[in-house]
């Protein structure tokens, strides 16, 4: 990973930083300048007219030498901490706050304030630091008598500045506090879970599913993805796990078979076994490759099922029917182990809405598996009722039952307890696997209900026709 989003994060606070130093002095300490040197100047500005009004209502003649304005001048510069002057027609500073008078000329006061009301600067050297100065007119009778000028000392314009700006840079650091809190939170709260995710998901896509260090306790999001990871983990182990024994399993009941095979043709070749038990041992063969073949079968069916590849036939048709005909086919068995099928319908006919070959098939395993693990001189119920909109089938059996350990696993491909081991050499324990994809495809359920020692119960059910009744078809 080149750049993680928390550098990412880190990068652009510290741009955000750089850019509010930089915002702060180049853009609004100049205009809280201007801002504060404007309200000085307005407040000069305002000083001075109302003088220039209080001189021009009596007459004042600035102009003569002998007439002085000096104590009430100083009065007013003192309380505003100013210098004023007195200016008249000619240009001449005839009166000054600070109790001296002066021979200068001020020329073309008109023109040095021509851009504002206030000027900032040393009036052409007459003052000995900047100041911001401003003049008004002493007028009476339409005739101006002089000038009023009020200067004030520009550093007042700084120590406001400054102290605004103190304001600005208390209230910058506290966002950025708070900015570096909000990252640090989002550290603590994102990242840092985000982190845990990806090198999770990096040990899982190298195999090692038992990685333990995605351990996230938060209920938002990001604890539920890091959930969603951990089960996904865990059903991904699963399947791997699935398909290792899978894999066992079915070199196990491949190689069982042709080991036979190949035992029986060496025997015959090196003259082990008499021509005269040829018969014998070449129907094992047979027998064998028979198994063979239907565990390929097997397969072959399960990989359509899985694949989609293999469209429902959907019909309506008498499942009593189908189940009667089914029954038959196991008569041989029956008699073999004397096993009673005691059959069970609610009434003549029921007609669903089905793949019948595909449900044929379900009936024919299950009846199969519940001879099979049956004891001899037993009794196997076979079932057909409806409720409501579905038809319900039932084959119970009284015979070893399952375990609890396993009844949630009999439905994996090739998966048989140890028990079943024992009692069927010749199963490939894809049966039920077949079982499930049928009725599962058909959206249907099927579950099971056993007992070690008792017997085992299935039942599935099935969509009942929207025909009321089909003819009842003889075998």
Same mark, same amino acid.
């Given at each position: 990973?080149?750049?993680?989003?928390?550098?990412?994060?880190?990068?652009?606070?510290?741009?955000?930083?750089?850019?509010?130093?930089?915002?702060?002095?180049?853009?609004?300490?100049?205009?809280?300048?201007?801002?504060?040197?404007?309200?000085?100047?307005?407040?000069?500005?305002?000083?001075?007219?109302?003088?220039?009004?209080?001189?021009?209502?009596?007459?004042?003649?600035?102009?003569?030498?002998?007439?002085?304005?000096?104590?009430?001048?100083?009065?007013?510069?003192?309380?505003?901490?100013?210098? *004023?002057?007195?200016?008249?027609?000619?240009?001449?500073?005839?009166?000054?706050?600070?109790?001296?008078?002066?021979?200068?000329?001020?020329?073309?006061?008109?023109?040095? #304030?021509?851009?504002?009301?206030?000027?900032?600067?040393? #009036?052409?050297?007459?003052?000995?630091?900047?100041?911001?100065?401003?003049?008004?007119?002493?007028?009476? /009778?339409?005739?101006?008598?002089?000038?009023?000028?009020?200067?004030?000392?520009?550093?007042?314009?700084?120590? =406001?500045?400054?102290?605004?700006?103190?304001?600005?840079?208390?209230?910058?650091?506290?966002?950025?506090?708070?900015?570096?809190? !909000?990252?640090?939170?989002?550290?603590?709260?994102?990242?840092?879970?985000? +982190?845990?995710?990806?090198?999770?998901?990096?040990?899982?896509?190298?195999?090692?599913?038992?990685?333990?260090?995605?351990?996230?306790?938060?209920?938002?999001?990001?604890?539920?993805?890091? =959930?969603?990871?951990?089960?996904?983990?865990?059903? *991904?182990?699963?399947?791997?796990?699935?398909?290792?024994?899978?894999?066992?399993?079915?070199?196990?009941?491949?190689?069982?078979?042709?080991?036979?095979?190949?035992?029986?043709?060496?025997?015959?070749?090196?003259?082990?076994?008499?021509?005269?038990?040829?018969?014998?041992?070449?129907?094992?063969?047979?027998?064998?490759?028979?198994?063979?073949?239907?565990?390929?079968?097997?397969?072959?069916?399960?990989?359509?099922?899985?694949?989609?590849?293999?469209?429902?036939?959907?019909?309506?048709?008498?499942?009593?029917?189908?189940?009667?005909?089914?029954?038959?086919?196991?008569?041989?068995?029956?008699?073999? +182990?004397?096993?009673?099928?005691?059959?069970?319908?609610?009434? +003549?006919?029921?007609?669903?809405?089905?793949?019948?070959?595909?449900?044929?098939?379900?009936?024919? /395993?299950?009846?199969?598996?519940?001879?099979?693990?049956?004891?001899?001189?037993?009794?196997?119920?076979?079932?057909?009722?409806?409720?409501?909109?579905?038809?319900?089938?039932?084959? +119970?059996?009284?015979?070893?039952?399952?375990?609890?350990?396993?009844?949630?696993?009999?439905?994996? %491909?090739?998966?048989?307890?140890?028990?079943? %081991?024992?009692?069927?050499?010749?199963? =490939?324990?894809?049966?039920?696997?077949?079982?499930?994809?049928?009725?599962?495809?058909?959206?249907?359920?099927?579950? !099971?209900?056993?007992?070690?020692?008792?017997?085992?119960?299935?039942?599935?059910?099935?969509?009942?026709?929207?025909?009321?009744?089909?003819?009842? *078809?003889?075998?």
């Amino acid at each position: 990973m080149k750049h993680s989003i928390y550098f990412k994060y880190i990068v652009g606070y510290m741009i955000f930083a750089i850019l509010i130093i930089l915002g702060i002095n180049f853009i609004i300490e100049p205009l809280v300048y201007n801002y504060h040197k404007d309200e000085l100047g307005q407040s000069i500005y305002k000083e001075a007219y109302s003088l220039s009004q209080r001189y021009g209502k009596y007459k004042y003649d600035v102009s003569n030498e002998g007439t002085s304005y000096m104590d009430e001048l100083s009065t007013i510069a003192f309380s505003s901490d100013s210098t *004023i002057w007195i200016i008249d027609d000619t240009g001449r500073i005839a009166c000054t706050s600070e109790n001296y008078f002066i021979t200068l000329y001020i020329e073309d006061i008109g023109e040095y #304030f021509k851009d504002s009301y206030y000027v900032l600067g040393d #009036f052409n050297g007459l003052l000995s630091s900047p100041y911001i100065s401003s003049a008004a007119p002493i007028i009476n /009778n339409f005739k101006t008598y002089g000038y009023v000028i009020v200067n004030k000392n520009a550093s007042y314009a700084d120590i =406001s500045t400054t102290n605004t700006m103190n304001y600005i840079y208390i209230i910058s650091t506290v966002i950025l506090v708070l900015s570096l809190c !909000v990252i640090l939170i989002f550290a603590f709260t994102t990242y840092i879970p985000i +982190k845990k995710i990806t090198t999770a998901t990096r040990e899982y896509s190298k195999g090692n599913f038992d990685y333990d260090g995605l351990k996230i306790k938060s209920h938002n999001e990001i604890g539920v993805l890091a =959930s969603n990871v951990n089960f996904m983990a865990n059903e *991904i182990k699963s399947i791997d796990d699935k398909q290792k024994k899978f894999i066992a399993n079915c070199s196990h009941d491949f190689r069982s078979p042709l080991t036979s095979i190949k035992g029986y043709l060496e025997a015959m070749l090196d003259g082990t076994i008499p021509p005269e038990m040829y018969d014998k041992y070449l129907n094992i063969v047979l027998s064998e490759a028979e198994r063979l073949n239907s565990l390929t079968s097997s397969l072959l069916t399960l990989n359509t099922w899985n694949n989609s590849g293999q469209a429902l036939d959907i019909i309506d048709f008498d499942i009593i029917s189908v189940v009667r005909d089914t029954i038959l086919s196991f008569e041989g068995q029956c008699s073999k +182990k004397k096993i009673t099928m005691d059959v069970t319908y609610g009434a +003549k006919s029921y007609a669903v809405n089905a793949d019948q070959i595909k449900i044929q098939q379900v009936l024919y /395993n299950l009846i199969d598996n519940a001879i099979k693990f049956s004891h001899s001189n037993s009794t196997i119920y076979v079932s057909v009722l409806d409720k409501n909109e579905k038809i319900f089938i039932s084959i +119970k059996d009284n015979g070893i039952g399952i375990s609890k350990d396993s009844i949630n696993k009999i439905w994996d %491909r090739f998966y048989k307890s140890d028990i079943s %081991r024992g009692k069927d050499k010749t199963g =490939s324990g894809l049966g039920l696997s077949i079982v499930k994809e049928v009725i599962t495809s058909h959206n249907e359920n099927i579950n !099971v209900i056993s007992t070690e020692g008792v017997g085992s119960e299935f039942i599935f059910t099935l969509q009942k026709s929207k025909k009321n009744s089909l003819p009842i *078809i003889s075998s």
